[in-house]
């Protein structure tokens, strides 16, 4: 079974420090994985998305994601966090059954001044 | 503009009773879900429809049902045996190819 393992609950840095977010995910064959954010009260909004071809990826907002096929795991990263970036993270892998996302417990992430 | 609409943004019910919480798209995606949101728990999925007439459970559809009688809308009705109804409860849809879903903005629910 398809399954995403978020290890940290909550992330606190300073605003302008370096970001990572940790990922990994179980899954037999290529995934589809994915990384939105969420703020208060609202929907999700897709950073970025891997599908196949280059491991390291792109997003909005100055985010990038690296997927390591050996390690299972599709880590989000920021050089420089600024503090609208304050919001919940969620990594999610595309099942088996076709369109089914399995999603991670999100990381809550804290941006101090 | 396409996109998914929730309604309504916040609903409020006395226990026992019934709710139903809509969800419609413009994106003319065949695939729709519906997800409740616990703080500290991710995202759960409830049900999901990959087409007309058809929708399968997730895992936790116990005390939820759905239709799917027109492609746009996927409607959730949350019935008074959900024993912990009171949550964010978040709509989806994406193409059946498999790629991005896209998430409407979310009905919070408050049953006392």
């Avoid at chain 1, 059954?97 to 941006?111: E, N």
């Avoid at chain 2, 519906?34 to 058809?54: A, C, E, M």
Wanted: hydrophobic share 30%; aromatic share 14%; with cysteine.
């Amino acid at each position: 079974a398809q399954s995403v393992t978020q290890p940290d609950i909550h992330i606190t840095v300073s605003e302008g420090a370096s970001l990572e977010l940790r990922c990994n995910y179980s899954y037999g064959a290529t995934p589809y994985l994915f990384w939105y954010v969420q703020s208060p009260g609202q929907g999700l909004q897709l950073l970025l998305k891997y599908f196949s071809g280059d491991t390291l990826v792109q997003g909005i907002k100055g985010f990038e994601a690296e997927f390591k096929r050996s390690q299972s795991s599709f880590n989000l990263r920021k050089p420089s966090v600024h503090w609208s970036d304050a919001a919940e993270y969620f990594c999610a892998v595309r099942g088996s059954t076709l369109g089914r996302l399995y999603f991670g417990r999100g990381t809550q992430l804290t941006v101090w001044p | 503009d396409g996109g998914i609409t929730q309604s309504p943004k916040y609903l409020f019910r006395k226990e026992g009773q019934n709710v139903t919480l809509s969800c419609e798209q413009n994106l003319n995606h065949d695939a729709m879900y519906w997800y409740r949101q616990d703080p500290g728990q991710g995202l759960r999925l409830i049900y999901y429809s990959q087409i007309v007439n058809d929708f399968q459970k997730g895992d936790i559809a116990e005390g939820y049902s759905v239709s799917r009688e027109k492609k746009e809308s996927f409607p959730l009705t949350v019935t008074s045996a959900q024993k912990n109804p009171t949550a964010f409860y978040l709509c989806a849809s994406a193409p059946l190819t498999n790629t991005e879903a896209f998430f409407g903005q979310g009905t919070r629910l408050t049953v006392v």
